[in-house]
């Protein structure tokens, strides 16, 4: 039997549908059972535990979302009950300058400016990374 759910990382409290789900079908994955309360169209996900207003969804194994409703275990998440969320962005204050490595390997040209792809072809297929 093919792999009908995914899970994207250990902390995931959301489960992705990779075929359709019917409602008040039975899930199992890795040793814990779901009850969908409503159906899970294929790419779509579901809450793997009861979310409260303002919980946190993980995807990722990071914040993706936060509940803006109640949601049940095996419930599918939407925009009416999920907002997504991400961490905040900022602009870094101290200057950042990037200065370019080299490494002395046999039969590779030096990087001393920037290379096309014919050059390095010219080192030979078993030169390319």
Known sequence: MRNRILKLDASDNVLIALTDLNQREQIAFSG??????????????????????????????????????????????????????????????????????TADLPGIPQVGRPRGYSELLACGPARVL
């Open 32 to 101: 814990n059972n779901y009850t969908l309360v409503s159906d899970i169209p294929a790419k779509h996900k579901f809450a793997t535990e009861d979310l409260a207003i303002g919980a946190d969804v993980i995807m990722y194994g990071v914040i993706v979302g936060r509940a803006v409703k109640p949601v049940r275990q095996g419930e599918r998440l939407t925009t009416s009950n999920i907002q997504h969320q991400a961490a905040s962005f900022h602009q870094q204050s101290q200057g950042y300058r990037w200065t370019m490595e």
